[in-house]
């Protein structure tokens, strides 16, 4: 069931239960989504590319290096066949943390309305959304910044969001995507993004593997440096 809202309240839909056959005009309506820290965001991955790209030159490098006197050797096409095959994974997982979703809430009829009371006030009178805490109401969250509900399985009323302070598994707004995402883990200095997801999911997946890629092309290296003379 759903409301238009009246012309004083420019546009703004309100779900009273979030069904289906939603009206975006609502959501098109709402205040624009905070902008993320692009300049940090760019000095951290550009920190993330340099370090990938170096431990890759690095690892290739010494395994052709040491491959260039013993291409006769069965094994050293094994080793270079690992070393390539790891620096490919790892370049793709580097493009799977930088450009996929790492589970971020979108805004949508069901995820923004009802708008809480105090919210729905300022947006009414265009007045900008500054000094209110989230909103905790039946087992979930109503973000401030994004004007998104969310679930709030941990039930932490009265917790605030810019803490360092969250459960595994929760949603969580970054302060510097200046997002809401699913299942947070940390915010990653090193690629400038979001690590989120379930076991594999989100970015969880390209982050994980990305530093098993790491730890493998240094033994692989370093290996076939020790063996590929034998």
């Known amino acids: 069931m759903q409301r238009r809202a009246r012309p004083e309240e420019h546009g703004l839909l309100v779900l009273e239960n979030g069904g289906p056959g939603e009206d975006w005009a609502g959501v098109e309506m709402l205040p624009p989504m905070p902008p993320p820290e692009r300049c940090e965001q760019c000095a951290e991955s550009s920190c993330g590319v340099t370090l990938v790209l170096a431990l890759i030159c690095v690892f290739v490098g010494l395994t052709q290096a040491a491959a260039t006197s013993s291409m006769e050797k069965p094994k050293t096409w ?130 994980k593997v990305i530093i098993s890629m790491g730890v493998a092309g240094c033994v692989t290296s370093f290996g076939f440096l020790l063996v590929g003379h034998f």
Request: hydrophobic share 35%.
């Open 78 to 207: 094994v080793f270079l066949g690992l070393i390539y095959a790891e620096a490919i994974v790892a370049l793709v997982c580097l493009l799977g943390i930088l450009c996929a979703d790492p589970g971020t809430i979108q805004r949508s009829p069901s995820t923004c309305f009802p708008l809480p009371e105090q919210v729905a006030e300022l947006v009414r009178a265009g007045r900008p959304i500054e000094g209110l805490r989230n909103i905790r109401e039946n087992g979930r969250s109503f973000c401030v910044r994004c004007l998104v509900w969310r679930p709030d399985p941990q039930g932490r009323a009265g917790s605030d969001d810019d803490s360092d302070e969250f459960e595994e598994g929760e949603v969580h707004h970054c302060s510097t995507c200046q997002r809401c995402v699913r299942d947070f883990d940390h915010h990653c200095g090193v690629f400038g993004r979001c690590i989120a997801g379930k076991g594999f999911a989100g970015t969880m997946g390209y982050f």
